[in-house]
């Protein structure tokens, strides 16, 4: 009997993933979802992660391997992924973070009861697991579900939240073949992930699941840890999202509005100290929201 293509690919990319094992397998263990297929991306090989997973799982069908020494970055292998995914929805889901049972499910369902949707993500619960943790407070995205969706909503995304949250989230695979959504690699693939999300808001809407969370963790030897944003960084923000908005944008205006708008959030932010620049992003965002819901 033939089996038709998945409906879900969750896409697990490794990089010196041994000490997650533990990790990587209570997350597959956990996605009871039907109709899925996992597919798992090492491409350093630099440890057993791999043959390890590939002997644990040697029959379950739903899980399939790539391994390769080409040393692409994560930014690589996420696109790598989305290419080899043949589900209708794809997910990501990173070696050290956690996810509940009904992770895929809830998205799934988001999706579905809104065709208008091109993404569904949820909330994130941070976890330090030595003392570091660089962001502030996570709040809900400045954004609601009856809202007309417009380059306004991007904005708001990227400027006044912390866009990193959505980047676990669950996109309509069609949508990236139709547009070519793929990432586009940064400085040192500082903020790729931020960037991405906020292209996909560019061609339509994203929805939110406040009962959807996962749990990421913070340690001081992630590659997150030694990131920096200073005037090189800013430079390439504003090269990297110019790009998304020649690209994606619905119409002239939207480019322009959008440019300005982008532009000015890239070069305050490469220039503050990152206190300052936390600080200041923390105290707008509440003045704005506040305004919204006044």
Request: overall charge positive.
């Amino acid at each position: 009997m033939t089996m038709g293509p998945p409906l879900v690919t969750v896409g697990i990319p490794l990089y010196r993933s041994r000490r997650f094992l533990d990790t990587i397998a209570g997350n597959i263990d956990a996605i009871r979802y039907p109709n899925v297929e996992i597919v798992v991306s090492d491409r350093h090989m630099l440890d057993d992660t791999v043959d390890l997973l590939r002997q644990r799982y040697s029959g379950d069908p739903r899980i399939r391997f790539l391994q390769s020494t080409d040393g692409l970055d994560w930014v690589g292998n996420f696109n790598l992924l989305l290419r080899e995914a043949r589900g209708t929805y794809f997910v990501c889901m990173a070696h050290d973070d956690t996810f509940p049972p009904t992770f895929v499910e809830q998205l799934v369902s988001a999706l579905e009861a809104r065709p208008d949707a091109v993404f569904a993500f949820g909330r994130v619960d941070q976890l330090s697991v030595d003392g570091f943790l660089p962001t502030f407070p996570t709040s809900a995205p400045p954004i609601t579900d009856d809202e007309p969706w417009t380059v306004g909503s991007s904005l708001r995304l990227l400027t006044l939240w912390q866009l990193w949250i959505a980047y676990r989230g669950m996109i309509r695979r069609d949508v990236v073949a139709r547009w070519s959504l793929y990432m586009r690699p940064t400085y040192r693939t500082i903020r790729a992930d931020i960037y991405w999300v906020f292209a996909v808001s560019l061609v339509g809407r994203l929805q939110y699941v406040p009962s959807c969370a996962y749990t990421k963790r913070f340690y001081r030897s992630s590659t997150g840890a030694t990131w920096s944003f200073g005037p090189r960084q800013s430079l390439d923000a504003i090269r990297v999202l110019g790009s998304y908005l020649d690209d994606y944008a619905r119409t002239r205006g939207d480019r322009w509005v959008a440019k300005t708008v982008a532009f000015a959030w890239c070069a305050v932010q490469g220039v503050l100290p990152a206190w300052a620049a936390r600080r200041l992003g923390s105290g707008v965002r509440r003045v704005l929201l506040a305004g919204r819901r006044g």
